[in-house]
């Protein structure tokens, strides 16, 4: 969340920049405000009284010692009475700092400069492109019937076990599958991100702390009998890691990377954009999660991005970067770039990647901060992207590498699939 202090150092900029995500934030910004002066004043009619208490309490022992019976009992009279106006004081204290801290919690994360004006995804703005078109004939097939002929998923039988959105993969679609992950692990290990395995469930306190509550209810399955949440990304538990702690200025950058599966209950997704894997209730991703300093975090976050296209580079698929407008950033980013690669038989582009700075907007809610040498602790700067996520990428390899004789692998991915270079027809 915002910062109390930013707030109040500059109001007016932080409601004009919020502006530029859609969001009038003037009312709410003021009544923080409000909220926070109450705060002070009771904050200094406490420690007014908690001074007075301390003096008035080693007045009562002068006073028995003096033999002045009478003057001790009345600071005791008075001690008491300062001692039922603190905790009056301290509950409206508690009741202000609640009162601000939900507010700040219904309030987005301010975006850059860098970020375009626009309102919707039509006004995305395209800073980078890649990779060849594959030329293929007016009868290549979506990937949805590829995966039925090469009997590498099946869809009817998710929604058996499941429902729809929860696909099986099966033989040679099982390989590809575990084929990227670890071709996805294997590059971000080789590019400096330290490997972890995080849980698949997180408690209410992760789930706040990098933003996905209380925004994002309506699409994270609750386990409500335990109060835990499935995660709809690896950034969840690996941003976790680090909150409530305090770094060592020396021990940053912190970079990981995870594999994990992802859920997402994808609340009114229906139409033609939604078919086979183009939205899935639960899915692969590799994540790369990065704790920076502020001054480093805009360069973390191009390396970022001049990363995962190595990984689109690599698995030959055309591809373009998208910087992402005010309108359609994610509540908790700063910047956003997402990565798209060309779908072929589909005639559209589709979202593989995002990568994102949130700037210090998640790390306040985590309380995540480093310290160097005698300094104060101060707030790092989070960072994440997909790295990448294997539906879409599988539907556009499917279906733009599919010939005559079979679906071509990437030469890339042919070591992970055991040497095998065309999937054939089973």
Known sequence: MLTLAAIKENPDDIIRRLARKHFDAKELIEKVIEIDKV???????????????????????????????????????????????????????????????????TIPNTPCDLVPDGKTAEDNLVVKEGGNMPNLSDEALPHWELAKIY?????????????????????????????????????????????????????????????????????????????????????????????????????????????????????????????????LHQFDKVEIVRIEKPENSYAALDEMVAYVQTLVEKLELPWHILRLCGGDMSFTSALTYDFEVYSAAQKRWLEVSSVSNFESYQSNRLKCRFRGGDKKPQLVHTLNGSALALPRIVAALLENNQTPEGIRIPKALVPYMGGMEMITKP
């Open 151 to 279: 009997d590498l998923i099946d869809f009817e039988l998710g929604v058996k076990i499941s429902g729809a959105g929860f696909p099986v993969y099966k033989g040679n679609g099982a390989r590809l599958q575990r084929a990227l992950i670890n071709f996805f692990l294997d590059n971000a290990r080789e590019a400096g991100y330290l490997e972890v395995q995080p849980p698949y469930v997180v408690n209410a306190a992760s789930g706040y702390g990098t933003g996905q509550l209380p925004d994002k209810e309506g699409q994270m399955y609750h386990c409500t009998e335990d109060d835990l949440y499935l995660i709809p990304t690896a950034e969840v538990p690996v941003t976790n890691i680090y909150r409530d702690v305090i770094l060592d200025e020396k021990d940053l950058p912190c970079k990981n990377t995870a594999y994990s599966a992802c859920f997402r209950r994808e609340a009114g997704s229906y139409g033609k954009d939604v078919r086979g894997l183009n939205r």
């Open 39 to 105: 705060r002070r004043t009771t904050q200094a009619e406490l420690d007014a009284s908690l001074s007075q208490i301390k003096t008035l309490s080693s007045q009562i022992g002068m006073f028995m010692k003096g033999g002045e019976k009478d003057k001790a009992e009345a600071a005791k009279a008075e001690v008491a009475t300062l001692k039922e106006k603190t905790s009056i004081l301290d509950e409206k204290m508690t009741s202000a700092e609640k009162e601000i801290t939900d507010i700040l919690l």
